[in-house]
């Protein structure tokens, strides 16, 4: 199954500015998700991102919030922008893998 | 939209005791169904999956689930759980064709008292 990086692995950031969550993948997938997953909580999915099209997004989240990337087959970024102590969770990207998913080892995102 | 219950919000058991954690789902077509385990600290992890086939189904570390569908229920077993067993476990659906992502219940917290 897929192996994936995913960075940063924590990260305490101030209010109102913006933070860039990757990840890379050892193979070509087509699609690669992204949750989210706040303290006490289930994941929730934020989107879904095709590489050479724009992401898919899930109700309750917006582009203009968290802006991702898809330049390849193997790498993906989420921005969280302007950020609120309400944004803070646990990020996490995930791919289709074999039979089942992979899920990267998620980013700690505190907002102060 | 389908969803995924999990009822059991935190479970308490003791070493040896017998585990069962309930996942029901609401789509009615057919259904790819997880459970994933985290333990503290770390990711998610794949415990067993459902596609097709018999509706027993072994996974790792002594877990099973059986998929009944007139009940649309997928629960989660182990007949003795241990110290190590402590976790928090998901249970997850995806309808096959569509856009393929996976959506979780909202998770069952198991501490297991040594």
């Known amino acids: 199954s897929a192996v994936i990086s995913q960075k940063p692995s924590r990260d305490i950031c101030q209010r109102g500015t913006s933070l860039t969550i990757q990840c890379q993948v050892d193979?070509?997938?087509?699609?690669m998700f992204w949750y989210r997953q706040q303290p006490g909580q289930s994941l929730t999915l934020i989107a879904t991102?095709?590489?050479?099209?724009?992401?898919?997004?899930e109700s309750g989240f917006v582009i203009d919030k968290f802006p991702i990337s898809r330049p390849n087959l193997t790498f993906s970024t989420l921005t969280v922008s302007n950020m609120s102590p309400e944004d803070s969770s646990i990020y996490l990207c995930?791919?289709?893998?074999?039979?089942?998913?992979?899920f990267g080892s998620g980013t700690r995102l505190t907002v102060v | 939209a389908q969803s995924v219950s999990q009822h059991n919000h935190h479970v308490i058991l003791s070493e040896a005791a017998s585990l069962e954690l309930g996942c029901n789902y609401s789509y009615g077509g057919t259904v790819n169904l997880f459970w994933y385990v985290q333990y503290p600290g770390q990711h998610l992890q794949l415990l067993l999956k459902y596609f097709s086939g018999d509706p027993l189904v072994k996974g790792i570390k002594g877990f099973e689930a059986e998929f009944i569908k007139s009940k649309f229920s997928f629960n989660l077993r182990k007949p003795s759980v241990q110290w190590s067993d402590t976790a928090e476990y998901f249970c997850?659906?995806?309808?096959?064709?569509?856009?393929?992502?996976?959506?979780f219940g909202s998770g069952t917290q198991l501490t297991v008292l040594p």
């Open positions: 995930s791919v289709e893998s074999g039979d089942g998913y992979t």
């Open positions: 991102a095709n590489q050479g099209s724009e992401a898919t997004y």
């Open positions: 997850a659906v995806i309808i096959p064709g569509s856009a393929r992502q996976l959506t």
């Open positions: 193979s070509q997938v087509t699609m």
